[in-house]
């Protein structure tokens, strides 16, 4: 099956430095990707969609110049949170979507998800 | 305004008995359900999914029904196992291609042995 990685798993930063998480299809192309994130005991929020090649999507409320993201590859997306503040700590998951697949069913597939704990 | 609601935070059933999870839904743009399940730390993976021209999708122990008039979809575990224990996800999308896709807030399921 199709699969999605982000690394790293688990990341620990002071407050005022930058972050970078990755997220790779591993045996697929990713035209889109979506990052998500979660906060305890809620659901999963769509922060921004990224796309190949172009500028990312990004939701409302969502700032996108703290939350950078840069989808240079078909297989490679990057949320980097800048300038982190505790507030910024959270579970942030990301999902792409395989276009021979799942182009017209909707189905993503996720990544294992990045907690981010800032100090 | 949440456009995906799982009313029901927590379910707790008996091993072997059936697992019913609810989901309902105000956009009617919506055309495209799923579910996934997810543990702690992780990231979601995908149950199984519906079309809304469908009213209802089997795939072993897992069942989903869509009532489209009643906005109103239902995963069905049947029989429930300790290892379904875990929360799971109502999501819904509204057209096809490159659409992201709203969650619910989430069912944790507990399966007693």
């Known amino acids: 099956g199709a699969v999605v990685s982000q690394h790293p798993s688990r990341v620990i930063c002071k407050s005022g430095t930058s972050v970078k998480i990755e997220c790779r299809s591993l045996?697929?192309?990713?035209?889109?990707m979506f990052w998500y994130r979660q906060f305890p005991k809620q659901s999963l929020m769509l922060m921004a969609t990224?796309?190949?090649?172009?500028?990312?999507?990004?939701e409302q409320g969502v700032e996108k110049d703290k939350f950078l993201i840069n989808h240079a590859s078909l297989t490679l997306s990057t949320l980097t949170v800048t300038s982190a503040h505790p507030e910024d700590s959270s579970f942030y998951i990301c999902?792409?979507?395989?276009?021979?697949?799942?182009?017209?069913?909707?189905?993503?597939?996720f990544g294992e998800g990045s907690r981010l704990t800032v100090l | 305004d949440q456009q995906v609601k799982q009313n029901s935070p927590s379910l707790s059933v008996q091993e072997g008995r059936i697992s019913i999870l609810n989901c309902d839904y105000t956009?009617?743009?919506?055309?495209?359900f799923l579910w996934y399940k997810k543990y702690p730390a992780e990231g979601p993976t995908f149950l199984i999914s519906i079309s809304s021209i469908k009213d209802k999708n089997e795939d072993g122990r897992f069942t989903v029904f869509l009532n489209k008039s009643a906005k109103h979809l239902s995963l069905h575990i049947v029989p429930s196992q300790p290892g379904d224990s875990a929360v799971y996800f109502c999501a819904a999308s509204a057209g096809t291609g490159r659409r992201a896709l709203t969650f619910g807030s989430g069912t944790r399921l507990q399966v007693q042995p």
């Open positions: 999902s792409a979507r395989r276009m021979d697949r799942s182009q017209n069913t909707g189905e993503l597939f």
């Open positions: 045996d697929f192309q990713a035209t889109t």
């Open positions: 990224s796309n190949e090649g172009s500028k990312a999507t990004y």
């Open positions: 956009n009617s743009m919506f055309d495209y």
